[in-house]
């Protein structure tokens, strides 16, 4: 039997980060916040949490939406300075001259009624950051980021099944929380692939299938 990790890779383009397509779970405060865009009043927001928790997938929803772009590990030189917002990813990687970078740049920003929106790994007070840099991201709205749980990923998955017209099987769940890649972008993504094989075959969806979707020879 082939991996089904493998198989998501090389058989399923993985979506776009969108906000339709992130499950907000705890962190639907941040969630619904982003949706409302970045809001002109010279403002800081920061999102942590682990990896996994959802970060970068929400800046990258805001790009979209907002046609801008996120700076991820990147030099903060190469930002262009008639950009209105600007999002920041990875900040705990930024070295000295990246940091003073970004502290310039958020008073630029401030002082344009514009706004930066940047992403770590732990709360503010915890970055290895310059102490001013690490205060000024934390000095207006923090959102602390929580992966969803296997449970919380569940119900999603049924949830996405139910919304397409189907019942998806527990069995068929668990061994998707198990094998798969295991972001919801790339199990929302399977499942889609998994419906449409279905349609396909006319066949309910069921280990069996997935397994034969994970055939060697369909790879």
């Given amino acids: 039997m082939g991996d089904v990790k493998q198989l998501v890779l090389d058989l399923i383009p993985l979506p776009l980060p969108t906000f339709d397509n992130f499950v907000p779970g705890r962190n639907r405060e941040a969630w619904t916040r982003l949706r409302e865009g970045p809001r002109p009043a010279a403002s800081v927001l920061y999102l942590w949490g682990a ?14 939406a907002d046609g801008t772009y996120v700076l991820r590990r990147g030099r903060l030189a190469d930002v262009p300075g008639d950009q209105y917002h600007h999002l920041v990813d990875d900040v705990e990687s930024l070295g000295d001259e990246g940091q003073v970078a970004l502290f310039h740049l958020i008073n630029r920003a401030q002082a344009a009624n514009g706004s930066v929106i940047a992403a770590g790994s732990v709360a503010p007070r915890d970055l290895p950051l310059r102490p001013e840099l690490a205060s000024r991201l934390g000095s207006d ?4 980021l929580h992966p969803l749980d296997d449970e919380e990923k569940a119900d999603a998955l049924h949830a996405h099944a139910a919304a397409r017209g189907f019942a998806l099987r527990d069995d068929v769940v668990q061994y998707l929380l198990r094998h798969a890649r295991r972001d919801m972008a790339s199990l929302i993504s399977f499942l889609d692939a998994l419906d449409k094989y279905s349609l396909e075959t006319g066949r309910e969806i069921t280990l069996p299938m997935l397994r034969e979707m994970s055939q060697p020879s369909l790879v």
């Avoid at 990896?51 to 979209?64: I, T, V």
């Avoid at 709205?141 to 602390?144: A, K, M, S």
């Fill in 141 to 144: 709205q923090v959102f602390q």
């Fill in 51 to 64: 990896a996994g928790s959802g970060k970068s997938h929400l800046l990258q929803a805001l790009a979209s």
